[in-house]
T-cell receptor, first 114, second 116 residues
Framework: AQTVTQSQPEMSVQEAETVTLSCTYD???????LFWYKQPPSRQMILVIR??????QNATENRFSVNFQKAAKSFSLKISDSQLGDTAMYFC???????????FGTGTSLTVIP | KAGVTQTPRYLIKTRGQQVTLSCSPI?????VSWYQQTPGQGLQFLFE???????NKGNFPGRFSGRQFSNSRSEMNVSTLELGDSALYLC???????????????FGPGTRLTVT
């Protein structure tokens, strides 16, 4: 089984500043996928960004980017120019190439302060 | 394209009763996964169905069961409800290939179950 660890239960950031959320994972698979999901107070889980483990280039989606360190099994999320709408619970998740079972971290609650 | 829908959104049941939750995936998606989300335990995987077959199962007691229909809609059932079953139950569907047959998941809004 895979494990995903998010060591920061809560974080806060000033509006327009940059914040980095940490995630580490443990897997013995060579082929796997990593994701960051966002769950705003309305509770709808939304995919923020994804990374295929076989790709060395870090994924980027507008203000969201990842720092994928495969050897260290680290997958952090950087949010630039933080906005009030970024306030949410952020979950890191992993999935292997076999089957469709996701493994989620315990989440980081991010608050953007105006 | 319509998103994942879950019904009902809120439910209050009494200990010992049973409950059935429903999930309609995104059109064309064949995989449906169920998760239990609680403040103390985070997101815990219940099971995943693909083409009407349970493909993966999490570590939950047999009181938790599910099924998937030919139109990919899925239901999960919890029998003999316990107070600890109070949670947000999330359904996720997938179907967009990422490369080697794996798929990213799209979540529904969840069903908030309260057991009294």
């Amino acid at each position: 089984a895979q494990t995903v660890t998010q060591s920061q239960p809560e974080m806060s950031v000033q509006e327009a500043e940059t914040v980095t959320l940490s995630c580490t994972y443990d897997t013995s698979e060579n082929n796997y996928y990593l994701f960051w999901y966002k769950q705003p107070p309305s509770r709808q889980m939304i995919l923020v960004i994804r990374q295929e483990a076989y790709k060395q280039q870090n994924a980027t989606e507008n203000r969201f980017s990842v720092n994928f360190q495969k050897a260290a099994k680290s997958f952090s999320l950087k949010i630039s120019d933080s906005q009030l709408g970024d306030t949410a619970m952020y979950f890191c998740a992993s999935m292997t190439g076999v089957g469709n079972q996701f493994y989620f971290g315990t989440g980081t609650s991010l608050t953007v302060i105006p | 394209k319509a998103g994942v829908t879950q019904t009902p959104r809120y439910l209050i049941k009494t200990r010992g009763q049973q409950v059935t939750l429903s999930c309609s995936p995104i059109s064309g998606h064949r995989s449906v996964s169920w998760y239990q989300q609680t403040p103390g335990q985070g997101l815990q995987f219940l099971f995943e169905y693909f083409s009407e077959t349970q493909r993966n199962k999490g570590n939950f007691p047999g009181r938790f069961s599910g099924r998937q229909f030919s139109n990919s809609r899925s239901e999960m059932n919890v029998s003999t409800l316990e107070l600890g079953d109070s949670a947000l139950y999330l359904c996720a569907s997938s179907g967009t290939p990422l490369g080697s047959g794996s798929y990213e998941q799209y979540f529904g809004p969840g069903t908030r179950l309260t057991v009294t």
